[in-house]
């Protein structure tokens, strides 16, 4: 599948799991143009992810590589207050948010 010019542009939050690769095929599918979207906020294995990500993407003729969201500094302050194993609380609402806010300012 390859993109078509003129398609809509849909954001895709991207962490180049198998959901990630199935969701790039169904925006093809569909003839919309994803708009891959990685997050880093101090996951553990965020460096796989990312890597994971790029190769989901350069897998499909195409799509561009993913935007990157730079949340490290929060993950880092939320590690250090809670020394919890998730970097930030409640972080799909976090992401869902600052996703929407990426999809309007990128004309999604």
């Known amino acids: 599948m390859h993109m078509r010019?003129?398609?809509?542009?849909t954001l895709l939050l991207c962490s180049g799991g198998v959901e990630s690769?199935?969701?790039?095929?169904?925006?093809?599918?569909a003839r919309r143009?994803?708009?891959?979207?990685?997050?880093d906020y101090s996951q553990r294995g965020a460096q796989r992810e990312r890597i994971a990500a790029r190769a989901v993407c350069a897998s499909f003729e195409g799509v561009p590589p993913p935007q990157e969201l730079d949340l490290r500094a929060e993950g880092g302050r939320f590690q250090a207050i809670n020394r919890l194993?998730?970097?930030v609380?409640?972080?799909n609402l976090v992401l869902l948010s600052l996703a929407l806010s990426w999809a309007s300012t990128l004309g999604c």
């Open 21 to 29: 690769a199935v969701l790039v095929a169904q925006l093809l599918a």
């Open 33 to 39: 143009h994803p708009v891959p979207l990685f997050a």
């Open 5 to 9: 010019t003129g398609a809509e542009k």
């Open 85 to 87: 194993h998730v970097p």
């Open 89 to 91: 609380p409640h972080r």
